[in-house]
């Protein structure tokens, strides 16, 4: 149990286009969700918490008019990438908090987007 | 968040127990500590999480010591398959609170 999904596992957009990424959670109810990004041989990096029907709270740099988070139910968000840039280019991993359970965050598999 | 401090880098041959030290000196006390393991282009999964002095589950064992000021991570007869890079992390309320992720340990095995 507590699997989280990312949808697409990999894009490849132009730049200046927007793109879509989802995080579900697929058998449990997530009342808070996070995305990271990770760029090649470094750590995640927090952007944002997003919360079940609320506004994200975004990490010190992070363009929440660029990093668009929506959080409209209790099994999906989403992170919009909007006018993307190739230094956009990044490993975008999510992360779920099990509304029953306090003890550990569920990870998604990641999504890998390159902006040409 | 407490700052944890890893070794970049750990290199072990099969059949070999791995222990894997985190210092963290500003360990609160409503902190626990968690471990994740990463394989490239994967996210972190969870290995183990403790408060206190040993914990075990069938992945590895966690030594804390009485003070918390640091943490070991016990891998037992590692494998070619263990080669990841592996976090510690230290947080209040882990599920529900942004994880503060360090550099990690890569940890590299060798046949």
């Known amino acids: 149990g507590a699997v989280v999904s990312q949808h697409p596992s990999r894009v490849i957009c132009k730049s200046g286009t927007s793109v879509k990424i989802e995080c579900r959670s697929l058998?449990?109810?997530?009342?808070?969700m996070f995305w990271y990004r990770q760029f090649p041989k470094q750590s995640l990096m927090l952007m944002a918490t997003s919360n079940e029907g609320s506004k994200a709270t975004y990490e010190q740099g992070v363009e929440k008019d660029k990093f668009l988070i929506n959080h409209a139910s209790l099994t999906l968000s989403t992170l919009t990438v909007t006018s993307a840039h190739p230094e956009d280019s990044s490993f975008y991993i999510c992360?779920?908090?099990?509304?029953?359970?306090?003890?550990?965050?569920?990870f998604g598999p990641g999504t890998r987007l390159t902006v040409t | 968040l407490a700052k944890t401090t890893q070794p970049i880098s750990m290199d072990s041959y099969e059949g070999q127990e791995v222990n894997i030290t985190c210092s963290h000196n500003n360990i609160a006390t409503n902190d626990y500590i968690t471990w994740y393991q990463q394989f490239p282009s994967q996210g972190p999964r969870f290995i183990i999480q403790?408060?206190?002095t040993k914990v075990t589950n069938e992945v590895a064992s966690l030594f804390i010591p009485a003070d918390r000021k640091s943490s070991t991570l016990s891998l037992p007869r590692v494998s070619l398959s263990d080669t990841a890079v592996y976090y510690c992390?230290?947080?209040?309320?882990?599920?529900?609170?942004?994880?503060?992720f360090g550099k990690g340990t890569r940890l590299s095995v060798i046949a």
């Open positions: 992360s779920a908090k099990h509304r029953d359970r306090g003890d550990e965050q569920y």
């Open positions: 992390l230290v947080a209040p309320n882990p599920g529900n609170t942004p994880l503060v």
């Open positions: 058998d449990f109810q997530a009342t808070t």
């Open positions: 403790g408060y206190k």
